[in-house]
Nanobody, 124 residues
Framework: QVQLVESGGGLVQPGDSLRLSCEIS????????LAWFRQTAGKEREFVAA????????KYADSVKGRFTISRINAKNTVYLSMDILAPEDTATYYC?????????????????WGQGTQVTVSS
C-alpha cells in the first residue's frame, strides 16, 4: 500500500512563499506520476500541478502558473510544491497524489493514492 505524507503547510501573509513536501512510502517512487491538488469546503478538489515519473513533463493549473513550481527528487521519494506570491484565494487543504502511470492526469480520478492533506492559509 502506497502512503503519502504531506508537510509544510501553515499560515502566511499575502505575497509570502511556502514550500510543501510530500514523501512517498514506496522505494520505486520513480514509477509514479505525482501531483498536487487543493480543496476548500464545499468545493470540488482542484488540480494544481503534476510531474511525470522522470520530471520531463510538468503541468500547472492556469491559476498558479508563474507562481507555483512542482519538483521531485526520486532518490528521496519526495515531491515538492514551491508556492510564491501567495494570495488569499490560495487558501485550501493541499493534497499530494500518486498515479502508477506514464501519463500525467489533471483529474482526481487519474490518481489512485492520496495523502491526508496539509492546510495552507493565506491571510493578513
Amino acid at each position: 500500500q502506497v502512503q503519502l505524507v504531506e508537510s509544510g503547510g501553515g499560515l502566511v501573509q499575502p505575497g509570502d512563499s511556502l514550500r510543501l513536501s510530500c514523501e512517498i512510502s514506496e522505494r520505486s517512487a520513480s514509477t509514479y506520476t505525482l501531483a498536487w491538488f487543493r480543496q476548500t469546503a464545499g468545493k470540488e478538489r482542484e488540480f494544481v500541478a503534476a510531474i511525470s515519473r522522470g520530471g520531463g513533463t510538468i503541468k500547472y493549473a492556469d491559476s498558479v502558473k508563474g507562481r507555483f513550481t512542482i519538483s521531485r527528487i526520486n532518490a528521496k521519494n519526495t515531491v515538492y510544491l514551491s508556492m510564491d506570491i501567495l494570495a488569499p484565494e490560495d487558501t485550501a487543504t493541499y493534497y499530494c497524489a500518486a498515479a502508477f502511470s506514464a501519463l500525467v492526469p489533471t483529474a482526481p480520478l487519474g490518481y489512485s493514492y492520496w495523502g491526508q492533506g496539509t492546510q495552507v492559509t493565506v491571510s493578513s
